[in-house]
């Protein structure tokens, strides 16, 4: 069974920055993909960033430029770092993980929060 252990979240002043961190056991972390969501209360969680096996990166529209999604295989780690944080960008983020060709995790770790608020 997959497991997330998420870390790095806190709170932070508008235009200042986190690294989150997510170490993941369970998988083939040198070939599943892996992404970061996040959730805000009220909302659903949405996907932010995604980075596969190849080294390819998306990200979403409201991140691009601000965030960047990188990984380690020799610690089965994936970061998110984040800059110029805005307000809007507060939410509990969660990493996840999929095989090549493969779906989402439906598993999920606790998450770690990040409130950007001055």
């Known amino acids: 069974q997959v497991q997330f252990v998420e870390s790095g979240g806190g709170l932070v002043q508008p235009g200042g920055s986190l690294r989150l961190s997510c170490t993941v056991s369970?998988?083939?972390?040198?070939?599943?993909?892996m992404a970061w969501y996040r959730q805000a209360p009220g909302k659903q969680r949405e996907v932010v960033a995604s980075i596969f096996s190849g080294g390819t990166t998306n990200y979403a529209d409201s991140v691009k430029g601000r965030f960047t999604i990188s990984k380690d295989n020799a610690k089965n780690t994936v970061y998110l770092q984040m800059n110029t944080l805005k307000p809007e960008d507060t939410a509990v983020y969660y990493c996840?993980?999929?095989?090549?060709?493969?779906?989402?995790?439906?598993?999920w770790g606790q998450g770690t929060q990040v409130t950007v608020s001055s």
């Open positions: 369970g998988t083939i972390f040198s070939i599943y993909a």
């Open positions: 996840n993980t999929r095989p090549p060709g493969g779906s989402w995790s439906a598993y």
